[in-house]
């Protein structure tokens, strides 16, 4: 167990001006945890506690460090300290004991594998730091045994966010909550109704992140604390989805997280892809943890598109109904414009490869199309129609069809990857071009005539402005 030399030298700089204000502080929480655990984070944060004057003591801190400040919460005597080290960006929070004594402070921390403490003396002038950690609460045995586990009885009713934070944890670290843990936030559950969205948000994003997101999900389903934040899934339980489905419509979207899981793990062997997954779409969330939660709503418009014509159930226009419950949902969880983008186009677009999987070859123009459509989320959308595609295994779904979806859904993931490393053509005709030689005025009709003449370019069936222009008399 050992401090890397980068947050070493930060923390000895620490330690100093501490010692020249005549404070006593210590380190605390996730970083002394993150150490046993020999988890090292890319942007490391810190968080320390001081009986009191924390605020202060941060604010002077940050002005010798040349680091953000920021008051979280006054009341409470808490600040933040952002500072950029070369790639990493460290966060350093620091606050007040919450209650009289650091032993009586860390029982206020939320479960016990969090209620680590180190003075910072130690952490800086001594190598046998394992040996320094106060550890009061049986933290380590937690954290060796791997269980979530309350640190005192109120935890739940100080912040009822760490009902949340339970999962959240336990998805990050594949650890168990144990029972007493699971029976109180049971009882305090409705609590969460208080909490803001945005926080709740933020912890079912960490569960998004774990490799085992469904398990976690499912858990937050089975206690009745996912519809909380998600009313619209409660119309999917039990809606019987025809004969080419066995699964209703919320257990085929449970089924189809669990699957994007599996096809994630197979598609990260792809460097290009692994790259493209990893992609930050609005900080912290990546476009992988969007593409999980793009699974729990593409059918989410089915149980209002249902309908029931010659004997047989249809869901025409599903998609369209749940790309606008999805825009409701992002509104409300305030996800950002990119977020919502991405979460969208995989809503709207997710049935337009089983389309194209009708045949084994697809045609160019239907191709051009869907990659113009469903634009920076063609592949994440590719992605997810095989997670839809095997959890669809319903008496009248043939063999045959699904591994003709597989070849073709592989080969257009080919295509796009192609694509993404290809030079984008210069445009053949401008909007300029058609109103100077074909006399029209500035209307919707040229961007109509431009995607056009693009699609044509892009098959290979034009090949020079003169081509173009004289197809764009034609189209008028």
């Known amino acids: ?135 009061l609460y049986s933290g380590i045995k937690d954290i060796r045994s791997r269980t979530i586990r309350i640190a005192h009885k109120s935890t739940f009713a100080e912040d009822p966010l760490r009902i949340m934070r339970a999962f959240s944890l336990a998805a990050t670290f594949s650890f168990k909550i144990e029972p007493k843990t699971v029976t109180l936030l049971k009882k305090e559950k409705k609590k969460l109704l208080n909490v803001s969205l945005e926080r709740v948000r933020d912890e079912l994003f960490k569960v998004f992140e774990s490799p085992n997101a469904y398990k976690y999900i499912l858990e937050l389903d089975r206690f009745k604390i996912l519809a909380f934040f998600l009313p619209e899934i409660e119309a999917m339980r039990n809606k019987y989805q025809g004969p080419y489905h066995h699964l209703d419509i919320w257990k085929h979207t449970l089924e189809s997280l669990k699957q994007m899981e599996g096809v994630l793990v197979d598609a990260r062997k792809n460097a290009d892809i692994k790259e493209y997954l990893d992609q930050v779409i609005s900080l912290p969330r990546r476009r992988y943890t969007l593409m999980k939660f793009a699974a729990l709503l593409h059918d989410v418009g089915k ?137 029209l005025e500035p209307s919707p009709l040229i961007g109509k005539i431009l995607r056009k003449i693009e699609e044509l370019q892009a098959i290979g069936k034009i090949h020079t402005r003169t081509e173009a222009l004289k197809r764009a008399k034609k189209l008028l």
């Open 1 to 135: 167990m050992k401090i890397r030399n980068e947050d070493l030298s930060f923390l000895a700089e620490i330690y100093e001006f501490c010692l020249l204000k005549k404070k006593n502080v210590y380190i605390v929480g996730g970083y002394l945890r993150d150490m046993f655990l020999n988890r090292k984070k890319e942007n490391p944060d810190i968080d320390f506690c001081t009986q009191k004057g924390a605020i202060r003591l941060g604010q002077e801190l940050s002005r010798k460090l040349g680091a953000g400040f920021v008051v979280l919460d006054r009341e409470h005597g808490c600040c933040r300290l952002v500072k950029k080290a070369g790639d990493r960006v460290y966060t350093f929070d620091f606050s007040d004991f919450r209650d009289k004594t650091l032993k009586l402070d860390l029982l206020h921390r939320d479960f016990t594998i969090n209620t680590l403490a180190l003075d910072l003396k130690d952490a800086v002038g001594n190598s046998q730091i394992q040996k320094n950690i106060i550890d």
């Open 303 to 439: 149980p209002k598109a249902m309908r029931r014509r010659e004997g047989k159930l249809i869901f025409h226009g599903h998609e369209r109904i749940g790309r606008d419950m999805t825009r409701e949902i992002v509104k409300r969880l305030k996800l950002s414009n990119d977020d919502q983008s991405c979460l969208e186009k995989i809503v709207y677009w997710h049935l337009r490869p089983g389309y194209l999987g009708d045949t084994l070859k697809p045609t160019e123009r239907a191709k051009f199309r869907y990659f113009r459509d469903a634009a920076e989320e063609s592949l994440s959308t590719l992605l997810f129609s095989l997670a839809d595609q095997r959890s669809t295994k319903g008496p009248l779904t043939k063999r045959e069809d699904s591994l003709r979806h597989e070849k073709v859904v592989a080969a257009l993931i080919k295509e796009c990857l192609e694509k993404k490393k290809e030079k984008k053509s210069e445009r053949l005709l401008t909007g300029n071009d058609l109103i100077k030689d074909l006399g």
